[in-house]
């Protein structure tokens, strides 16, 4: 049976990162990907555009985590935007922020001088992609697709079971085969219930960063209009969901769509909203702020039984627009939940009770907001992993 040194489960942008950073030089490595396809959720990512990260200083980005942040703040501060930033210009990969305008990662200081989202300059996703695969060829990284892993265990090495029955042996397996949703990328949650299956913890993984339904929903004739500024509260019977038991807030700009409520507001709260609970929208505004379609919406539903509008009712929708909901978009950019972070050492990406056994990107319990986070998260995890790696090859 083929023995490597190293075998990487995901040939995602988590995945691709590593074996970026990580030189085989007298060693053998391997990516395994489940799918035909490689890098295909990276290359999907921002429509196309790939919003690596975000600028400002790195000391921000915790928040942008949730109840996650704390725990990824060492990770976030020792492989920061900064450095992200500054690997992929050394590696020919010019930034921009959204406006098209260049973004240098400026040295010396503790994150990035722009503000906002930051993307490659050519505003390709396909630019990124290829040089991690550039980069993880001149390392030396073996890629086989159509690869993928049904089983996992540990034998002296580890022992790991494709699919299709072929069998390899690997010492370090780093798992990086992303989240649930999108399944048709390859990312299907099959190798978190592997994992599960050898006793590691595995937080429930669910849809992040989606769409919400709501019920008697009335506003489909204003799709693709969006608000600015408006505040959404998700209530949930279920404290686990909530931020530390309370309602979840937050603030951002608000999109109607067809069949239900979008937007960056809505896409951040989505993992704290359930089917059958109350979700609150205030606008922050006065009625003639709105659109003008949205106005003539809300005055209807103001009407009372004799057609009149009640002004008392067209005033509360204003900051309590509230709505049941009914379901949340399956397809999420995210997952939250995956490999407990209870199970993880931060610094070195190590599953601690299960020796040469790593955990990186999406498949760890760890989701950030819109913006570039997720990548980030992909990247500090992917760079701290390499490290451990690189001081402990054998
Ligand atoms: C539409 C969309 C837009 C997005 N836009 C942005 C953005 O602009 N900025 C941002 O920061 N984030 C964005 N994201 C999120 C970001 O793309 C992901 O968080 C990131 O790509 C996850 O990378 P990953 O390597 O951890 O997982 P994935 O990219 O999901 O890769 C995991 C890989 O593992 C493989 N795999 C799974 N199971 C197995 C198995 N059993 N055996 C072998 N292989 C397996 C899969 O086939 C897959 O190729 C977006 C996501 C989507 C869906």
């Not at 083929?2 to 995901?10: F, K, L, Q, R, T």
């Not at 098209?100 to 990035?112: A, F, R, T």
Request: proline share 3%.
């Amino acid at each position: 049976m083929m023995i490597y040194d190293i075998a990487i489960i995901g040939a995602g942008a988590s995945g691709l990162m590593l074996a970026a950073n990580l030189d085989m030089e007298g060693s053998r490595g391997i990516i395994l990907e489940g799918s035909s396809c490689i890098g295909s959720k990276l290359l999907m990512s921002g429509g196309g555009h790939c919003n690596i990260t975000h600028g400002g200083s790195v000391k921000d980005f915790v928040y942008a985590y949730g109840n996650e942040g704390q725990a990824l703040r060492r990770c976030l501060y020792r492989h920061s935007n900064l450095d992200l930033a500054r690997w992929l210009t050394e590696h020919g990969v010019e930034l921009a922020d959204e406006n098209g305008d260049p973004v240098e990662p400026s040295y010396g200081s503790n994150g990035i001088d722009n503000e906002g989202r930051i993307f490659p300059a050519s505003m390709k996703a396909r630019d990124v992609l290829d040089v991690l695969l550039g980069e993880a060829s001149l390392n030396g990284w073996q890629i086989e697709t159509d690869a993928r892993v049904s089983g996992l265990r540990k034998d002296g090495s580890w022992e790991i079971t494709l699919i299709n029955g072929y069998e390899l042996r690997a010492k370090k397996v780093v798992i990086a085969s992303g989240g649930i949703t999108y399944p048709e990328t390859g990312s299907d949650g099959s190798m978190l219930e592997i994992l599960e299956d050898i006793g590691i913890d595995i937080n429930e993984p669910r849809p992040a960063l989606s769409p919400v339904y709501v019920e008697n929903y009335p506003y489909a004739e204003l799709s693709g209009i969006s608000v600015p500024d408006v505040t959404v509260i998700a209530f949930s019977s279920d404290a686990a969901y909530t931020c530390k038991g309370k309602a979840a807030r937050m603030k951002g700009d608000l999109l109607f769509t067809h069949e239900g409520l979008s937007g960056p507001v809505i896409l951040n709260i989505s993992k704290y909203v359930e089917p059958g609970e109350l979700i609150r929208l205030c606008y922050n505004k006065e009625l003639h702020e709105l659109p003008r379609r949205m106005q003539r919406i809300l005055r209807e539903r103001s009407r009372g039984l004799l057609g009149d509008v009640r002004t008392n009712v067209l005033a509360s929708f204003l900051n309590q627009d509230d709505f049941i909901v009914s379901g949340v978009d399956e397809h999420g950019m995210v997952t939250a939940g995956g490999v407990s972070l209870e199970e993880i050492d931060m610094k070195t990406m190590r599953i601690k009770a299960h020796e040469g056994l790593y955990a990186i990107g999406e498949s760890i319990d760890a989701d950030g907001i819109t913006g570039g986070y997720n990548l980030q998260l992909c990247w500090s995890t992917a760079a701290a992993a390499a490290d451990d790696l690189k001081d402990n090859k054998e």
